[in-house]
């Protein structure tokens, strides 16, 4: 128990950086004098099994300024980003990390 406790604040401590970060992103796009954005719809799949972790990710991704999920069906998610770079951490990212640990307590 005290394990995930430590996995669940680690999480927390993630999101916020990683939100803080998006936010830093998404500013200056919006403050820049030309909106350079290249929008983007991606699919992954994720390796979670239980349904509360999946929805904790969709959340987590959809909470990141500059992405949000579109669908989240069984282990699939359809995510629209506002640059193409902002895919790069979807695929063994570090809330899917994190949650993995969290399912195997």
């Known amino acids: 128990m005290c394990r995930k406790f430590i996995y669940i604040i680690q ?10 970060k998006a936010n830093i992103d998404v500013a200056k796009i919006v403050l820049s004098p030309k909106i350079d954005i290249n929008p983007v719809v991606v ?27 579109i669908v989240m069906e069984n282990d699939v998610y ?17 809330f899917e990390n994190i949650l993995l640990k969290i399912e195997e307590i």
């Open 43 to 69: 699919n992954f799949r994720t390796r979670l099994k239980s349904d509360l972790c999946r929805v904790i990710l969709a959340n987590s991704i959809t909470l990141t300024p500059g992405t949000m999920t």
């Open 78 to 94: 359809i995510v629209h980003c506002l640059k193409k770079q902002f895919t790069d951490g979807f695929v063994d990212s570090k």
């Open 11 to 20: 999480y927390i401590f993630v999101l916020i950086v990683e939100v803080v």
